[in-house]
């Protein structure tokens, strides 16, 4: 299957730091509204189909809770490439209240996915009965593991680290709960491989930004 990367560019000020789960509810909204209008229901795009993957929106943290947008800032989103076109055209010039911050997409472009040896996740997911940051990491790893086995990707994974050095744990909010996972490196990835990651991700959430993988080559707020 071949995926395409959709990138908009925006118009607006701030974003909530923590806003994964608000941007994919404004975006399902447009689809909701969208597909009363147009009957979309018969197209392709059926309320986010698993196969479409989101990205979080860098930004310049103020470290309150907010970050400001800047020239980098994009949304960005990759699906099978029958359906870009449709989300293309979807999204462009929508206006996004991602809590009470206001955004409006503009400038969308296409792009093909370009492979890397090693990849990052900002943040990767996975569903743990429990979290004990001291046993979590074994867990999180060989969940890692057996999620790259079933995508048939030799690549090994390593948990990624922060600037202070320490183990790099990250968090995401749904409604009242805080999921806990943690920033992910892939390495020794070959062409193939390395595609195919950035189109299928790791983990959960993906519709929230969890899970995505882009060349460490990108800078990443």
Same mark, same amino acid.
């Given at each position: 299957?071949?995926?395409?990367?959709?990138?908009?560019?925006?118009?607006?000020?701030? *974003?909530?730091?923590?806003?994964?789960?608000?941007?994919?509810?404004?975006?399902?909204?447009?689809?909701?509204?969208?597909?009363?209008?147009?009957?979309?229901?018969?197209?392709?795009?059926?309320?986010?189909?698993?196969?479409?993957?989101?990205?979080?929106?860098?930004?310049?943290?103020?470290?309150?809770?907010?970050?400001?947008?800047?020239?980098?800032?994009? *949304?960005?989103?990759?699906?099978?490439?029958?359906?870009?076109?449709?989300?293309?055209?979807?999204?462009?010039?929508?206006?996004?209240?991602?809590? $009470?911050?206001?955004?409006?997409?503009?400038?969308?472009?296409?792009?093909?996915?370009?492979?890397?040896?090693?990849?990052?996740?900002?943040?990767?997911?996975?569903?743990?009965?429990?979290?004990?940051?001291?046993?979590?990491?074994?867990?999180?790893?060989?969940?890692?593991?057996?999620?790259? *086995?079933?995508?048939?990707?030799?690549?090994?994974?390593?948990?990624?680290?922060?600037?202070?050095?320490?183990?790099?744990?990250?968090?995401?909010?749904?409604?009242?709960?805080?999921?806990?996972?943690?920033?992910?490196?892939?390495?020794?990835?070959?062409?193939?491989?390395?595609?195919?990651?950035?189109?299928?991700?790791?983990?959960?959430?993906?519709?929230?930004?969890? $899970?995505?993988?882009?060349?460490?080559?990108?800078?990443?707020?």
């Amino acid at each position: 299957m071949n995926f395409l990367e959709i990138q908009f560019a925006l118009r607006g000020k701030t *974003l909530p730091a923590d806003h994964g789960y608000a941007l994919y509810s404004a975006l399902k909204n447009i689809v909701s509204e969208e597909s009363k209008k147009k009957d979309l229901n018969n197209t392709d795009i059926q309320n986010f189909p698993p196969e479409v993957i989101l990205s979080s929106i860098p930004g310049v943290p103020d470290r309150k809770g907010l970050i400001y947008l800047n020239r980098s800032s994009r *949304l960005r989103l990759r699906c099978p490439s029958e359906q870009a076109q449709q989300w293309y055209r979807l999204f462009q010039n929508q206006v996004l209240d991602i809590r $009470g911050n206001l955004i409006r997409l503009v400038q969308p472009r296409l792009c093909l996915l370009e492979p890397s040896e090693i990849l990052k996740a900002r943040l990767v997911t996975f569903k743990f009965e429990k979290w004990d940051i001291h046993e979590a990491p074994v867990y999180f790893l060989e969940s890692c593991k057996k999620a790259l *086995l079933r995508l048939e990707i030799s690549g090994k994974a390593f948990i990624d680290s922060n600037s202070d050095g320490d183990l790099a744990v990250r968090s995401l909010r749904i409604k009242q709960k805080n999921v806990m996972g943690f920033g992910v490196v892939v390495e020794n990835l070959n062409e193939e491989d390395s595609i195919k990651l950035q189109c299928y991700g790791l983990g959960g959430r993906k519709h929230f930004g969890c $899970g995505w993988f882009y060349p460490c080559s990108e800078v990443q707020a």
